[in-house]
């Protein structure tokens, strides 16, 4: 069974970005098994450079969208972005620097806030369009 899995429950009904939030979650299922077979550091140090690189495109993109949008939750979708970002690299360099007990950590944090970002503060941008006329 994989790590994570995509549901409907998921869905933001905006294609591209439900196909990003796909990708997000193959990449952290991808993270979670070099872990779990305890493949070389450097391996698992570039999925993850992927997984943060392919996350720092996807909120890219969010955000221009919900820019062009006049979305009013802005500020703070982007501030949840952000924190996203800033605290994976930072377990990322702890786990680089050595402290390799921090990968499940590192793994629950991601799957917690992937899961809960997409479902809450994602899903009040579904709403929003939707309710646009
Ligand atoms: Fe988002």
């Known amino acids: ?13 905006v294609d591209q970005f439900d196909d990003h939030h796909r990708h997000l979650i193959d990449l952290l299922n991808k993270t979670h098994d070099q872990i779990t077979r305890r493949l ?3 391996k698992l140090g570039l999925v993850l450079v992927e997984l943060i690189e392919y996350a720092k ?18 500020k703070q979708h982007c501030a949840e972005h952000h924190y996203f970002i ?4 930072e377990m990322c360099e ?3 620097s050595g ?8 793994l629950s944090f991601m799957k917690n806030w992937l899961s809960s970002h997409i479902l809450g503060t994602d899903r009040e941008y579904s709403r ?5 006329p």
């Not at 800033?86 to 690299?89: A, E, H, L, Y």
């Not at 929003?128 to 646009?132: G, L, T, Y």
């Open 1 to 13: 069974m994989a790590f994570i899995e995509w549901n409907q429950n998921f869905a933001v009904n």
């Open 40 to 42: 070389e550091k450097e």
């Open 128 to 132: 929003f369009i939707e309710a646009k």
């Open 94 to 96: 702890d786990y680089n």
């Open 99 to 106: 402290n390799t007990a921090l990968a499940q950590e590192l």
């Open 57 to 74: 495109y996807h909120f890219r993109a969010e955000e221009v969208w919900m820019k062009n949008l006049d979305y009013p939750k802005l």
């Open 86 to 89: 800033n605290r994976v690299q």
